[in-house]
């Protein structure tokens, strides 16, 4: 038996909204945007070939941050390209434009997932606490993406990783998480898709993690951790949380 839990933290990309096509057109039309608003914005650049120097910059940045779980918002790492380019005081105004031009593309590619709303409505009905928790390079993207989907008030919070420099399984954005709550870590769950970011995180404070499994691939991570409930639906989640007890 664990205890009744009392509240429960959500992943946002894969957990509560899903992409409906693939990302690899999207983003190359996304960098092409941002590059373009730079361009446009005064800075002189070889606009043509930006693109491509944009997603090595990314990708280099990416790899980096999946080793040492730490995060740099985007418009950190867009500084440092641009000043590797000579450029070495735009200000964050023209980032952001920029920024704003790549999201054009990436946002509408979001949905939010049919039973979503329907799930967060029945647990804040049953009294649950609700939190979100978001590996993300910019912070404003998630809050716009939860503010299109209307599904901010369900939450006390919403912390990204942009926001507080630590990447899910870092155990420091899950204690910033819980700083929000006067609850034991043993009385939260926390609903991922993510195995090794979501589930093992959270286990390694205690805190009890649901892998929900419709948009993953199975693959031999699935026998090393080791969740402490598996749901194919949000749906499903209530009926779940309403039967652990003390």
């Not at 369900?154 to 910033?176: G, N, V, W």
């Amino acid at each position: 038996m664990i205890a009744l839990i009392r509240a429960v933290l959500f992943d946002l990309g894969g957990t509560l909204m899903y992409s409906r096509a693939p990302w690899e057109p999207i983003f190359e039309r996304g960098y092409q945007a941002l590059v373009d608003s730079l361009c446009d914005q005064g800075i002189t650049l070889d606009c043509k070939e930006l693109p491509r120097v944009v997603q090595y910059h990314l990708d280099r940045y990416f790899a980096r941050r999946d080793k040492d779980l730490h995060e740099t918002t985007y418009i950190t790492v867009l500084h440092e390209l641009l000043a590797e380019h000579g450029h070495r005081n735009v200000d964050n105004q023209t980032i952001r434009r920029a920024l704003d031009a790549f999201y054009a593309h990436t946002q509408p590619n979001w949905l939010l997932e049919e039973d979503a709303l329907l799930t967060l409505r029945t647990l804040e009905a049953g009294g649950y606490r609700l939190g979100l928790v978001s590996n993300a390079g910019d912070d404003q993207d998630v809050f716009q993406l939860v503010e299109r989907f209307h599904i901010e008030p369900f939450f006390d919070f919403i912390l990204t990783s942009a926001a507080c420099s630590y990447r899910k399984p870092h155990p420091r954005i899950f204690q910033l998480a819980l700083a929000h709550w006067n609850i034991p870590p043993g009385e939260i769950a926390m609903v991922g898709d993510s195995l090794g970011a979501d589930i093992l995180g959270a286990q390694k404070l205690n805190i009890y993690g649901v892998w929900i499994t419709r948009r993953v691939s199975r693959s031999p991570a699935r026998h090393k951790i080791q969740p402490d409930a598996e749901v194919q639906t949000l749906h499903e989640i209530p009926a779940l949380l309403s039967h652990l007890s003390v």
